[in-house]
């Protein structure tokens, strides 16, 4: 006696009755036809055996029969798979009545039938995530950001929400948790169901990022669901992979790349977590670390886009941009769906002053993004994921630069932008010589005339704007800490926090002044180039000397050096600097293909 600790679920019996008609097919007529009647098979095994090669993520509204009381749902699901069956003749009505009939009168066997469809819902959801762990392209593709309204992630989040309700409910806990009273895999069965329900949910949270403008909101809820996955299991290699990317998009590095080791140690043969490494360590400054991660990834799964994309992003930040070309066309190559190799090419080709090929993949950039909220850190693309870090050449900002004040150091730099875009550089040059004398020290302005003049040919004045460029110029640190005391003065362009309001509205220019930073050794590369081509060798020298020694691994300035060294007959000092080059066998094929020219050009040398 006395009262029961939860209240039993109220059913509507006439409703339910009604629901058990509606799923017993049409009585049985002795001409059946050629339908199939498999001779020996039991009702459910008949039944099993079909929809086992059907879709039913598609077929069957998972998101109805969650509503559904747990008593219901075996009913309506049959109901849903059966409904243009047995009409045009592909389902046997006869084995479909026995069915429904022992369902109605057996407890038993609508025991067994929860079973095997439990069992049945579970390996939908875990094929999913072998196919992941495969490197499967199908698999792959829907987790990129241009399939991602298209994904069924959701879906299968509200199937093991419905494999959990009709699933036995653990000993004193409910249904999501181990029960000491079960045996064998039956113990374990609802929490490997709350696994899985809570990764794909939060898989599905995820992808709608590209989609939404709210993606930090869609990315706690993300972060949330992986965190109980892991709780619930920690030697899951697909939840610590997802966990890095969530992580990485909210730029805790450290964790980032914890969860995608661990990834890789529990699925050494896993493409996917490596190439993610790859470009995380270029955004750690790790190249060493991101060319290893690289190899492994392309050794693991050679066709696989995201390891030349990551990889190539890992170069180009270390400007070594004929490698960082090379890499994003072989992605495109793969895959020429993705925006993002042709923004890179973009801006490689913009660093190598090669403007016209550079608008052309800009333009090839932006026709991929339309429809998508691509600001950085919601790509939501689930396969490559380290893109936070890199500048967008067109992020969307409906901003009025008419209500941009004289001191506005920031919303002018904006306008300078888009005349620069907009190839207006008179315009631009205006633009940034009045930010100048308003803030003599501004970080970004001479860097960018310097570019402006460079184009140009405008020698002399391209040298005295790129030297007060190196003047003025702050590190990553130095910038943030200048961007931080800019949002104080200018507070219209700070985060808004929840949907747009009249502070927080223009975030997106401070966006743009933001990835604007750039790195010394870019500033030195545009004037060791600017010097070269003014035929002052002896200064171009000087500044590749200088980029080597501020970043000694850096292949490119190499190059540049030895190249210019070569041209004036320098031999010996030309020599010297390739035999410099901290690699040692790109060392070694360097100066072989050195001694190969040298020795056709002058071979009295």
Request: hydrophobic share 35%.
């Amino acid at each position: 006696s006395g009262t029961l600790p939860t209240p039993l679920a109220k059913i509507d019996k006439q409703r339910f009755d009604s629901l058990r008609l509606s799923v017993s097919p049409a009585p049985i007529v002795e001409n059946q036809g050629n339908r199939l009647k498999p001779l020996g098979t039991s009702p459910q095994g008949y039944f099993f055996s079909l929809v086992d090669k059907w879709n039913i993520e598609k077929q069957v509204d998972f998101y109805y029969l969650q509503q559904l009381p747990k008593e219901e749902i075996p009913f309506e699901f049959i109901r849903q798979v059966i409904k243009d069956g047995v009409q045009t003749g592909k389902i046997d009505s006869t084995q479909v009545n026995r069915l429904v009939n022992s369902l109605n009168t057996n407890p038993d066997a609508l025991k067994r039938f929860n079973d095997k469809l439990i069992e049945l819902l579970s390996d939908r959801g875990q094929r999913m995530i072998n196919f992941y762990l495969e490197g499967d392209e199908a698999e792959l593709e829907k987790r990129r950001y241009y399939n991602s309204a298209n994904a069924d992630y959701d879906v299968f989040a509200n199937i093991f929400d419905v494999a959990l309700k009709i699933s036995p409910p653990a000993s004193g806990s409910g249904f999501f948790r181990y029960s000491s009273t079960a045996t064998g895999a039956d113990a374990y069965l609802p929490e490997c169901l709350e696994i899985k329900y809570h990764y794909f949910s939060g898989v599905a949270a995820r992808l709608k990022m590209p989609l939404s403008a709210n993606a930090d909101s869609l990315l706690n809820i993300a972060f949330r669901e992986q965190q109980k996955a892991l709780k619930l299991e920690s030697n899951a290699a697909y939840i610590h992979n997802e966990l890095g990317i969530l992580y990485k998009y909210k730029k805790d590095y450290v964790n980032a790349e914890k969860h995608y080791l661990r990834a890789t140690s529990l699925s050494p043969a896993w493409a996917i977590p490596w190439a993610n490494l790859t470009g995380l360590y270029g955004i750690m400054n790790k190249k060493r670390e991101g060319l290893q991660a690289s190899a492994t990834a392309l050794k693991l799964q050679p066709g696989y886009q995201g390891s030349y994309v990551n990889t190539g992003l890992l170069h180009e930040k270390n400007n070594n941009f004929l490698l960082a070309e090379e890499y994003f066309r072989k992605s495109i190559q793969i895959n020429s769906r993705h925006y993002l190799p042709f923004d890179r090419l973009g801006f490689v080709y913009m660093s190598t002053t090669s403007y016209a090929k550079a608008d052309s993949f800009f333009l090839e950039g932006d026709t991929r993004k339309r429809g998508y909220n691509m600001v950085p850190d919601s790509d939501g693309d689930g396969v490559v994921d380290q893109y936070d870090m890199v500048a967008s050449p067109n992020i969307p900002c409906d901003f009025d630069t008419t209500t941009v004040k004289a001191n506005d150091v920031i919303g002018n730099f904006f306008i300078a932008l888009q005349y620069i875009r907009s190839k207006q550089p008179v315009k631009a040059e205006w633009k940034l010589k009045q930010l100048i004398r308003m803030n003599p020290t501004h970080p970004l302005a001479f860097h960018f005339l310097g570019k402006l003049m460079y184009e140009q040919k405008r020698w002399q004045e391209t040298e005295i704007s790129f030297q007060y460029a190196l003047r003025n110029y702050l590190s990553i640190e130095q910038f943030d800490l200048y961007c931080d005391s800019l949002k104080k003065v200018f507070t219209r362009y700070s985060q808004a926090e929840g949907p747009e309001t009249a502070i927080g509205q223009n975030h997106c220019v401070f966006i743009y002044f933001k990835n604007s930073w750039f790195k010394r050794t870019d500033t030195r590369y545009f004037l060791g180039e600017a010097y070269q081509r003014w035929n002052h060798f002896d200064e171009a020298e000087n500044q590749f000397r200088a980029i080597i020694q501020e970043e000694p691994e850096e292949m490119g300035a190499y190059k540049k050096l030895w190249a210019i060294l070569e041209s004036r007959g320098r031999y010996y000092a030309a020599e010297e600097s390739v035999k410099s080059f901290p690699d040692k066998q790109t060392s070694q094929n360097e100066l072989f293909a050195f001694y190969h020219r040298v020795i056709s050009q002058k071979p009295d040398v």
